[in-house]
């Protein structure tokens, strides 16, 4: 079974960084894209980023790009993801999540296909 802990969310001012960590269960880590999700209160789960088996494919929606970078490092069975200038509209939870298997990139870089998801790290920012 495949588990997945978010980490290092918190509160901040509106310009400052912080890093999510995703920590994941079991040998399978490296095999799969992972991706990063958020949902603001009354809105629905948006997808942030994905990041494919290696470093050499990153997708972003538009409203992070060039301030949010997805990593991941499997030797460690971590995903992780730096948020820079944040903005009050980045508040949310944040998820990490697992790519089902056999769904390509074309539909895990726009957010489609992930199979499994941790319980959420809140990120708060303030103006």
């Known amino acids: 079974q495949v588990q997945l802990v978010e980490s290092g969310g918190g509160l901040v001012q509106a310009g400052g960084s912080l890093r999510l960590s995703c920590a994941a269960s079991g040998r399978t880590f490296s095999l799969y894209a992972m991706g990063w999700f958020r949902q603001a209160p009354g809105k629905e789960r948006e997808f942030v980023a994905a990041?494919?088996?290696?470093?050499?494919?990153?997708a972003y929606v538009d409203s992070v790009k060039g301030r949010f970078t997805i990593s991941r490092d499997n030797a460690k069975n971590t995903l992780y993801l730096q948020m820079n200038s944040l903005k009050p509209e980045d508040t949310a939870v944040y998820y990490c999540?697992?790519?089902?298997?056999?769904?390509?990139?074309?539909?895990?870089?726009?957010?489609?296909?992930?199979?499994?998801w941790g319980q959420g790290t809140q990120v708060t920012v303030s103006s």
């Open positions: 999540a697992r790519a089902a298997s056999g769904v390509g990139w074309d539909r895990l870089r726009i957010g489609v296909g992930y199979a499994y």
């Open positions: 990041i494919a088996t290696s470093d050499r494919l990153a």
